[in-house]
C-alpha cells in the first residue's frame, strides 16, 4: 500500500494499476459501520418474529388488560345480579368506563391496549398493526376474557344462567346486529382519532375511549349488553356454556370496527407538503403551488 503522493504516482506509471491511499482508521471505521449495519438488520428480523421477547410481553400485557377488562366490568354485572340490581345500569357503565381507562394508562404503552379482537383486525386493515401477530393477539384476549369469566363463576357460582355475565339480545338479531355495528364503529372511530392521529392529545386516549365505552354501555347495555367486544362475549360463553346468537357479537363489531377506523382514515391529517399529495393521484391534481 503506498503512503506517499509520489509513491501513487510511480505505482501507476510503472504497472498501470491504480492504488488507492486508505488509512487503517478508515478501513477500522468502515468495517465499524458494517457490522453496526448488520447488526441492526438482524435486530429488524428478530423484532419481527412473532417469538421475540418483547412480543411475548406484548402477549402477556393483552391477556393481563383483557382479565382485569372482563373482570372488573362483568363483575359488576354479576354483582348486580346477584344483589337485587344494587349497582344499577349507571353504576355498570361507570365501572366499564373505569376500567378500560385504566388498563388503557397501564399497558397501552406495552401492547397498544387492544383487548379486543374487533379493534386489532380494524388496525390491520389499516396497516396499523402487522397481520401475522393479529392470531396471538386474538388468542391472548380470548384467554383472558374466558379465564375472567371463570374466576367470577368459581367465586361466586349459582346456575349458570340466574349469573350469566354474557351478551344476549333482549329484541331480534337483526336489531342486535344494526346496534353493536353502530357503537363499535363509533368506538373505533374514536379510537382512530385520538390514538393514531399525530394532531391528537395522546395524553387523554384512555379517558376518551373509556368516556365512549360508558355511553355505549348507558343506552345500548339493556339491548344488547352493548358488547363491542367479541372476545367480551366469548369468554362468557365458553364458560357458561350459552351460545345463543354468538354469531351477532363476532360478525357486528368487527365489521363495525373496520368501517370505523377506514372511515376515520379518509379525513385523516397529513402533514405531508401538497406537492406530494397531488404525486400519490389524489384529486388535487389540478392544484399548483
Given at each position: 500500500?503506498?503512503?506517499?503522493?509520489?509513491?501513487i504516482?510511480?505505482?501507476?506509471?510503472?504497472?498501470?494499476?491504480?492504488?488507492?491511499?486508505?488509512?487503517?482508521?478508515?478501513?477500522?471505521q468502515?468495517?465499524?459501520?458494517?457490522?453496526?449495519?448488520?447488526?441492526?438488520?438482524?435486530?429488524?428480523?428478530?423484532?419481527?418474529?412473532?417469538?421475540?421477547?418483547?412480543?411475548?410481553?406484548?402477549m402477556?400485557?393483552?391477556?393481563?388488560?383483557?382479565?382485569?377488562?372482563?373482570?372488573?366490568?362483568?363483575?359488576?354485572?354479576?354483582?348486580?345480579?346477584?344483589?337485587?340490581?344494587?349497582?344499577?345500569?349507571?353504576?355498570?357503565s361507570?365501572?366499564?368506563?373505569?376500567?378500560?381507562?385504566?388498563?388503557?394508562?397501564?399497558?397501552?404503552?406495552?401492547?397498544?391496549?387492544?383487548?379486543?379482537?374487533?379493534?386489532?383486525?380494524?388496525?390491520?386493515?389499516?396497516?396499523?398493526?402487522?397481520?401475522?401477530q393479529?392470531?396471538?393477539?386474538?388468542?391472548?384476549?380470548?384467554?383472558?376474557?374466558?379465564?375472567?369469566?371463570?374466576?367470577?363463576?368459581l367465586?361466586?357460582?349459582?346456575?349458570?344462567?340466574?349469573?350469566?355475565?354474557?351478551?344476549l339480545?333482549?329484541?331480534?338479531?337483526?336489531?342486535?346486529?344494526?346496534?353493536?355495528?353502530?357503537?363499535?364503529?363509533?368506538?373505533?372511530?374514536?379510537?382512530?382519532?385520538?390514538?393514531?392521529?399525530?394532531?391528537?392529545?395522546?395524553?387523554l386516549?384512555?379517558?376518551?375511549?373509556?368516556a365512549?365505552?360508558?355511553?355505549?354501555?348507558?343506552?345500548?347495555g339493556?339491548?344488547?349488553?352493548?358488547?363491542?367486544?367479541?372476545?367480551?362475549?366469548?369468554?362468557?360463553?365458553?364458560?357458561?356454556?350459552?351460545?345463543?346468537?354468538?354469531?351477532?357479537?363476532?360478525?357486528?363489531?368487527?365489521?363495525?370496527a373496520?368501517?370505523?377506523?377506514?372511515?376515520?382514515?379518509?379525513?385523516?391529517?397529513?402533514?405531508?407538503?401538497?406537492?406530494?399529495?397531488?404525486?400519490?393521484?389524489?384529486?388535487?391534481?389540478?392544484?399548483?403551488?
Open positions: 500500500m503506498a503512503t506517499t503522493q509520489d509513491q504516482l510511480n505505482g501507476n506509471q510503472s504497472n498501470g494499476s491504480v492504488v488507492v491511499n486508505v488509512k487503517d482508521s478508515e478501513i477500522q468502515q468495517n465499524h459501520q458494517l457490522d453496526h449495519s448488520n447488526s441492526q438488520t438482524d435486530f429488524k428480523e428478530s423484532s419481527g418474529s412473532v417469538l421475540c421477547v418483547p412480543f411475548l410481553q406484548k402477556l400485557a393483552e391477556v393481563f388488560g383483557t382479565y382485569f377488562l372482563i373482570f372488573a366490568g362483568c363483575g359488576s354485572v354479576v354483582v348486580n345480579l346477584s344483589n337485587d340490581k344494587v349497582v344499577t345500569l349507571p353504576g355498570i361507570i365501572v366499564w368506563g373505569l376500567v378500560v381507562m385504566v388498563m388503557v394508562y397501564s399497558v397501552g404503552h406495552i401492547s397498544g391496549a387492544h383487548f379486543n379482537p374487533a379493534v386489532t383486525i380494524a388496525f390491520a386493515t389499516v396497516r396499523r398493526f402487522p397481520w401475522k393479529v392470531p396471538a393477539y386474538l388468542f391472548c384476549q380470548v384467554l383472558g376474557s374466558t379465564l375472567a369469566s371463570g374466576t367470577l363463576k367465586i361466586f357460582g349459582g346456575g349458570k344462567h340466574e349469573l350469566f355475565c354474557g351478551t339480545p333482549a329484541g331480534s338479531d337483526l336489531q342486535a346486529v344494526v346496534l353493536e355495528f353502530i357503537i363499535t364503529f363509533y368506538l373505533m372511530f374514536v379510537i382512530s382519532g385520538v390514538a393514531t392521529d399525530n394532531r391528537a392529545i395522546g395524553e386516549a384512555g379517558l376518551a375511549v373509556g365512549t365505552v360508558l355511553l355505549n354501555v348507558l343506552f345500548a339493556p339491548i344488547t349488553g352493548a358488547s363491542m367486544n367479541p372476545a367480551r362475549t366469548m369468554g362468557p360463553a365458553i364458560v357458561y356454556g350459552q351460545y345463543k346468537s354468538v354469531w351477532v357479537y363476532m360478525v357486528a363489531p368487527t365489521v363495525g373496520i368501517c370505523g377506523a377506514w372511515a376515520y382514515n379518509i379525513i385523516r391529517f397529513t402533514d405531508k407538503p401538497l406537492r406530494e399529495i397531488t404525486r400519490s393521484g389524489s384529486f388535487l391534481k389540478s392544484v399548483r403551488k
